[in-house]
C-alpha cells in the first residue's frame, strides 16, 4: 500500500511537470515579439525576419516546435540562447552557459539549507517547549515581522550594517570562479546570512505551529494527566508525530528558498542560475528563460514530492487516497 | 415559495442573536490595534496622498533650494540630500522628493496590489465554487490546472509571462491575479466542498431550489467569514510579489513611483548611507507587518470561537 501511494505521487509528480512544461512553452512561445525581431534589430525587414525565423525554426505550428523543445529538453540538449548568436554566428548553447551559474546557485542553496535547518529547528522547537514565555514571543514577533518585509529589505539592512558601516565584507558577491577558501566564503557570507534569515524565520514558525498542534492533541494531555515528565512527553510521544510536518516544513522552505534566490542574486549581483534568468528576462532571450524556468520548476516539485512523501511515510492514514 | 427552512443564517438571524450564540465581540489587541492605525493611515495616503505631497513624484528639486547660506556654492547636489527642511525625507539618485515620491507610490502600490487581489478573489472565487458544484469532469479538470499554477514558483511564472509580453499595468495585474487566484480557488473549493455536501443544501435541493439559488443563498455567505482573513494574507503576498518584480526592474516602469522599484533605482545611495533606498522598504514592511497583526488576532479569535464550539 505504501509503495502504490508512492507510486501515486510520483506519477502525479510526472504529470505536473508536463504540464508545468506546457505552460512555460505557452507562456514564452505563441507570443509577439520573438528573437528574431530581437536580434534583426532596427535592419529587420520582413523578408529578413522571415528568413531569419525559418532558419531558427520559428515559423513552425506552436505544437510542434512544444515537442521539438521538450524532446531537445529530454536528451539533454538545453538549445542554443538566441540573444548571444548575431547574424549567422550560431550562439552560445544553453548548457554551457547554465552549467557554472547551477554551480554556483547550487553551493548557495546548500551553504543556506546547511545552516537554516538546525538554527530554525532549534529555535522552533525552543519557542513551542516554552509557548508564552516572554523567549517564545520574542522570537514569534521577530520571526512575524521577517516574513512580512520583502526579501530586498532584509538584504539592504544587512548590507547597510555588516558591509557599509561595519565594513567585515564586501557589498557585491561576485564570484569569477576563481576565488577559493576565505575570498569564496566572504562573497558567499552576505546572500547567504540574507537567506538564512528569510528561510528559517519561515521554518522557525511553521515548526512552531506543527509543533504545538501536535501537544494540544487529546494523546498528550493524557500523558501529562498520567504524571509523565515533560522530557519524556516532548520527546517519546510528542517529536514522533511531529517529525513529518517537520520535514514536510523543511522541504517546502527549500522550495520557497527559489524565489529568494531571485532577488537575492540580484541584489548582490551573485553569478548564479537566477540572475541570468533574470537578465534572460530582461533581453527576452527566451529559449534560455525556458530553460531555466524548468530547472526551477522541476527542483521545486520534487522539493514538494520529497515533503509529500515525508508526510506519508510519518502519517499512515495518508497512505490510503481516499 | 417554499416553507422557510432553518439554515444556519436563518438561526443567527431569527431572533436577538446574542441570547441564543453569545457572539464574542473581536477584541483587538495592543498589536492588532496599532495594525489597524497603521492600515487606516495609509489607506488616506491613497486617497489624499498626491494632493499633500510637497512636490509631483516626477519633479526634479530645484539647486537653489539647496544652496547653504554663507557657503559659497551656486551648484551644491541635489541627489541623495538628507532630510531637512527641503525636503523632509531626503531626495533621491535623480534629486526629486523622496516623500512625494513615497506619497504617489502609495497610490499606485497599494492600489495595483488591491486590484490584483480582488480580482484574484473574483476569478478563485468563481472557478472554486464551479469546481464544486459543477461535477466531477469540470472539477478534476480544474483542479489539474490549478495545481501546475501552484507548482511553479510565483516569481517563475512572473519572470516567463513578463519575458514574454513585456512589463505594463495591465499584464501585471492580470499575472498577479491569475498566480493568485489559483489559491483562492483550492480554498473556495475546498469549502464548496464542503457546503455542497451539507445537509442545509440537501434540504434547498429537496425543496426545489434551482443550483444558482444554491450557490447564491447558501455557498456564498457561508464561505466568505473564513475567506475574509485569508484576503489580507494573499493582500500581503501580493504586495510582496509586485514590489520584488519592481525590484527586479520587471514592475512598474518609472517615471512612475512605486515602493519596490524605489528601492531599486536607489540602490546606489546605500553605501554612501542615503536613506532613500530604505524609507520605501520601510513603508512596504510596515503595511505587511500591520496587516499580519491585524490577520493574526482575527484568526485567534476564530481559532478561539471555534474550540469554544468544539468544548
Known amino acids: ?322 | 415559495m417554499s416553507p422557510p427552512v432553518d439554515s444556519p443564517s436563518d438561526i443567527s438571524h431569527s431572533q436577538d442573536g446574542s441570547r441564543e450564540r453569545p457572539i464574542r465581540r473581536l477584541r483587538f489587541s495592543t498589536a492588532g490595534k496599532t495594525g489597524i492605525a497603521v492600515i487606516l493611515f495609509w489607506s488616506a495616503m491613497v486617497l489624499v496622498g498626491p494632493w499633500i505631497a510637497p512636490y509631483h513624484e516626477a519633479e526634479f528639486l530645484d539647486e537653489a533650494l539647496f544652496i547653504v547660506p554663507g557657503l559659497d556654492d551656486p551648484y551644491p547636489a541635489t541627489d541623495f540630500q538628507p532630510p531637512g527642511a527641503v525636503a523632509w525625507l531626503g531626495t533621491d539618485y535623480l534629486g526629486r522628493d523622496t516623500l512625494s515620491r513615497l506619497l504617489y507610490g502609495a497610490r499606485t502600490t497599494i492600489g495595483i496590489s488591491l486590484i490584483a487581489t480582488l480580482l484574484a478573489y473574483l476569478i478563485g472565487i468563481t472557478l472554486g465554487i464551479a469546481a464544486a458544484a459543477g461535477g466531477r469532469v469540470l472539477d478534476s479538470s480544474l483542479s489539474r490546472l490549478n495545481d501546475a499554477v501552484l507548482s511553479m514558483p510565483t516569481i517563475m511564472l512572473g519572470l516567463v509571462v513578463i519575458s514574454a509580453y513585456g512589463s505594463s499595468l495591465p499584464v501585471l495585474i492580470a499575472l498577479t491575479s491569475v498566480i493568485y487566484a489559483s489559491s483562492v480557488f483550492r480554498i473556495a473549493r475546498a469549502f464548496g466542498l464542503d457546503i455542497m455536501v451539507s445537509d442545509f443544501v440537501d434540504a434547498a435541493r429537496v425543496r426545489g431550489e434551482g443550483l444558482g439559488w444554491i450557490i447564491r443563498h447558501e455557498v456564498l455567505p457561508g464561505m466568505i467569514l473564513p475567506m475574509a482573513s485569508d484576503f489580507g494574507l494573499r493582500f500581503v503576498y501580493i504586495i510582496l510579489f509586485l514590489s520584488g518584480l519592481s525590484f527586479l526592474g520587471l514592475g512598474v516602469q518609472p517615471p512612475q513611483s512605486d515602493w519596490g522599484g524605489m528601492v531599486r533605482e536607489n540602490l546606489a545611495g546605500l553605501p554612501y548611507g542615503a536613506i532613500a533606498p530604505l524609507v520605501p522598504a520601510l513603508a512596504i514592511a510596515t503595511l505587511t507587518v500591520a496587516i499580519n497583526l491585524v490577520v493574526d488576532d482575527i484568526s485567534a479569535h476564530h481559532g478561539g470561537k471555534l474550540a469554544g464550539e468544539i468544548i
Open chain 1, 1 to 322: 500500500m505504501l509503495i502504490r501511494a508512492v507510486l501515486h505521487r510520483i506519477a502525479t509528480g510526472l504529470v505536473t511537470l508536463v504540464v508545468v512544461s506546457v505552460l512555460i512553452f505557452l507562456g514564452t512561445s505563441v507570443l509577439p515579439g520573438d528573437v528574431a525581431s530581437i536580434i534583426l534589430g532596427q535592419m529587420a525587414t520582413p523578408e529578413s525576419l522571415a528568413a531569419l525565423r525559418s532558419t531558427l525554426g520559428l515559423d513552425q505550428p506552436a505544437y510542434l516546435r512544444y515537442f521539438m523543445w521538450l524532446g531537445d529538453l529530454l536528451s539533454g540538449d538545453l538549445g542554443i540562447s538566441k540573444a548571444g548568436s548575431g547574424a549567422g554566428t550560431g550562439g552560445t548553447p544553453i548548457s554551457e552557459m547554465i552549467a557554472p551559474r547551477l554551480a554556483n546557485t547550487v553551493h548557495l542553496a546548500g551553504a543556506v539549507a546547511l545552516i537554516a535547518v538546525p538554527l530554525s529547528l532549534g529555535l522552533g522547537l525552543a519557542a513551542a517547549a516554552r509557548a508564552g514565555t516572554r523567549l517564545d514571543r520574542s522570537i514569534t514577533l521577530t520571526t512575524l515581522g521577517l516574513v512580512s518585509v520583502p526579501e530586498f529589505l532584509v538584504a539592504t539592512a544587512l548590507v547597510l550594517v555588516v558591509a557599509v558601516y561595519l565594513g567585515w565584507l564586501p557589498a557585491t558577491a561576485y564570484v569569477s570562479g576563481t576565488e577559493t577558501g576565505t575570498a569564496l566564503l566572504k562573497a558567499l557570507a552576505l546572500p547567504t546570512l540574507t537567506l538564512v534569515v528569510v528561510a528559517s524565520s519561515q521554518i522557525i514558525r511553521m515548526t512552531r505551529a506543527s509543533v504545538l498542534n501536535v501537544m494540544s492533541s487529546p494523546y498528550i494531555e493524557m500523558a501529562v494527566l498520567k504524571g509523565l515528565p515533560r522530557r519524556r512527553i516532548v520527546l517519546r510521544h510528542a517529536l514522533p508525530n511531529a517529525v513529518g510536518p517537520i520535514v514536510n516544513v523543511i522541504a517546502l522552505n527549500l522550495a520557497y528558498l527559489v524565489s529568494g534566490v531571485v532577488i537575492v542574486e540580484t541584489i548582490f549581483a551573485y553569478p548564479g542560475l537566477a540572475k541570468l534568468m533574470v537578465d534572460a528576462v530582461q533581453t527576452r532571450d527566451l529559449p534560455l528563460v525556458q530553460a531555466c524556468a524548468m530547472i526551477f520548476c522541476s527542483a521545486y516539485i520534487v522539493l514538494v514530492f520529497i515533503a509529500d512523501l515525508a508526510s506519508i511515510l510519518s502519517n499512515p492514514r495518508l497512505r490510503y487516497p481516499r
